[in-house]
């Protein structure tokens, strides 16, 4: 069923900018990691693919307690990392629940897609993301 069909590697799409990307972000010196809606089968599909286990973190709300966009979500995680709000940055492909919760939290965001709102910054594609964190800090 399709319980299942999400709890294996094969029912998922890895982007293949993703790993090229992983590169760039431990090469600025930057940690990453993950943060889903998801349960703990998330760790078994993320197992298929090397580039995951480079993951300084991850977290899936039904460990932490909380699901985005709730602001418990976002807390959670300030609390495991021990990082301020301010210095967090979500990628993400939803408009509301990634970018705008993101933002309500006081977190940095980039919405992975098009933009609902002129001000929501956003990119293309995952690998367009080196070059807005290095157009940000400059």
């Known amino acids: 069923g399709l319980w299942e069909h999400f709890a294996v590697a094969d029912g998922w799409r890895l982007d293949p900018a993703l790993e090229p990307l992983v590169a760039e972000l431990e090469g600025l010196g930057l940690r990453w990691g993950l943060a889903s809606n998801f349960d703990d089968r998330l760790f078994r599909v993320c197992a298929r693919w090397p580039v995951f286990a480079m993951a300084h973190e991850r977290f899936v709300s039904a460990q932490l307690g909380y699901a985005k966009p709730g602001l418990g979500f976002f807390r959670a995680i300030e609390s495991r990392l021990g990082i301020e709000a301010g210095k967090l940055l979500l990628v993400g492909n ?32 995952l690998s367009d993301l080196p070059a807005l964190l290095k157009r940000n800090s400059a």
């Open 94 to 125: 939803d408009p509301l629940e990634d970018y705008a919760a993101a933002h309500e939290a006081g977190w940095q965001a980039v919405l992975l897609g098009d933009p609902l709102t002129p001000d929501q910054t956003a990119i293309a594609a």
